[in-house]
């Protein structure tokens, strides 16, 4: 394994004049700003969207099980899912087919399940844990977007940016689910899944029209980055890699380690942090309550009467 | 939110020292957070304001010191081509210590023992942020010596991609 320093791909220069004609579309000037927006948008109702698809499922799931050892395993059956979802990933997300199929899968399961929840409640068990499955490439899906998009000096603001999309959008999330739960009638509570589907539609024309890439072009690099002219600089070293490769490039570093295990404890302490509304409500809400009884003042004979 | 709304202007005209001090020192005040949140409980002082106020600062520093340095790296170490794998090779560690986590954490609710459940967030956040501040000072390393190229510095990274053929 080399390390020596390489220089500017050729293929960049000797692909331009072989521009697809369907990328011309696109604004040149703006092209930055076109991309970080669009790319916030799609978190942003992508997030919103299946985060309000998953919490729609949860009472139904309860609802249809009725049990409350059932209820109490979900979480880990759901979790166990969602971990296989990424493991699949890892599998077949660095080949180009792998990748639109990573976009498909990771956008039109908020449909899926929308679309399932509207029949039977009895079928929610199988429907949710198929969106589990397919949710898991939703950040994945936003990471090769921006890894595909986004010139590398733009980087940090961009990931801002989309972190921020990404919480709003799980604010939307409740937002929208309370408007499911507002109304139990069908007019109301259909509109998130019409939602839902243009943002497929959306997502679909990204795919077709931006990551997808002939079989003749043998690089990786989609043909919107050499369009737009951004990330005109050397290759990345992984651009031509296997995944066996690419894994044992991971391995072979530190900083992988040790943003791995940043990852993970920080999403440890996060799903811990999740039990805290039990301790609000039980611990602190109930010594509230308690403690502001006690300075209430007695009531007086008159006010008893 | 609001601090990763003020990183927007600032993050990508940083000095690489300047992004390992925003880094480490978030990672800091996250821990310290989590840790006055255990002591409040342990001493009885905890009430919902102040739960909130601690919520509200764990939650602010973790989330800065987690996404920008994840997000970053994810992108620009596994490239055009490999980003998804790298995002789904660190989420399955994520997800899988969480599972555990989790569980661990409806245990201890269900039986009223919120000491542990403070004890479990604090720990997993002091080593979350060991991690995170060996990270970073990897990465200050990493950007002076060029040998891989830098992750948290990214205008200086260009041209500094070496090939693994």
């Known amino acids: 394994m080399a390390t020596s320093k390489t220089e500017a791909s050729p293929l960049v220069a000797e692909r331009l004049p072989r521009i697809p004609i369907r990328y011309g579309w696109l604004p040149q000037r703006s092209h930055a700003v076109t991309a970080t927006v669009t790319l916030c948008l799609l978190t942003l109702v992508g997030k919103c969207v299946g985060d309000a698809a998953f919490l729609s499922t949860m009472p139904a799931v309860r609802d249809a099980t009725g049990r409350s050892e059932v209820v109490t395993v979900l979480p880990s059956l759901g979790t166990a899912v969602y971990a296989l979802g990424k493991v699949l990933g890892v599998l077949f997300s660095s080949s180009v087919r792998g990748r639109s199929l990573l976009v498909i899968f990771g956008t039109t399961s908020a449909v899926c399940l929308l679309a399932f929840t509207h029949g039977s409640y009895a079928a929610m068990l199988p429907a949710w844990l198929v969106f589990r499955l397919f949710s898991s490439q939703g950040w994945p899906c936003f990471s090769m977007l921006v890894a595909n998009w986004v010139d590398v000096s733009l980087i940090g603001q961009v990931s801002a940016l989309l972190n921020i999309a990404w919480e709003v959008g799980t604010g939307g999330a409740e937002f929208l689910f309370g408007l499911m739960l507002d109304d139990s009638g069908e007019e109301r509570w259909r509109w998130p899944f019409y939602v839902a589907s243009a943002y497929c539609a959306t997502m679909v024309l990204v795919d077709v029209f931006v990551l997808h890439e002939s079989a003749a072009e043998a690089g990786y690099r989609p043909p919107l980055l050499d369009t737009l002219a951004l990330g005109s600089g050397p290759a990345h070293p992984l651009q031509d890699a296997s995944l066996r490769e690419a894994l044992r490039y991971f391995c072979a570093s530190t900083r992988f380690w040790l943003i791995l295990a940043t990852n993970a404890c920080f999403s440890a302490a996060i799903y811990s942090a999740y039990f805290m509304n039990v301790y609000a409500v039980d611990a602190l809400d109930a010594t509230d309550r308690e403690v502001r009884a006690a300075r209430r003042p007695p009531p007086t004979e008159a006010a008893a009467h | ?165």
């Open chain 2, 1 to 165: 939110m609001t601090a990763l709304a003020g990183l927007i202007l600032v993050y990508d005209r940083m000095s690489d020292f300047a992004r390992f001090v925003t880094t480490v020192s978030n990672a800091v005040v996250c821990v310290h957070a989590a840790f006055v949140g255990l002591v409040l409980h342990s001493h009885g002082a905890m009430s919902l304001s102040a739960f909130y106020a601690v919520i509200f600062v764990l939650g602010a520093s973790g989330a800065l010191a987690l996404t920008m340095p994840l997000g970053i790296f994810t992108v620009t170490f596994g490239g055009p081509r490999h980003t998804p794998t790298l995002a789904n090779v660190l989420d399955v560690a994520g997800i899988g210590l969480s599972a555990l986590a989790a569980y661990s954490a409806g245990v201890f609710c269900d039986r009223g023992d919120f000491e542990m459940l403070w004890q479990q967030i604090c720990g997993f956040t002091l080593l979350g942020v060991i991690a995170l501040s060996a990270f970073a000072w990897n990465d200050l390393r990493a950007a002076s010596v060029a040998a891989h190229g830098p992750v948290l510095v990214t205008p200086a990274s260009q041209g500094q991609y070496t090939s693994i053929k």
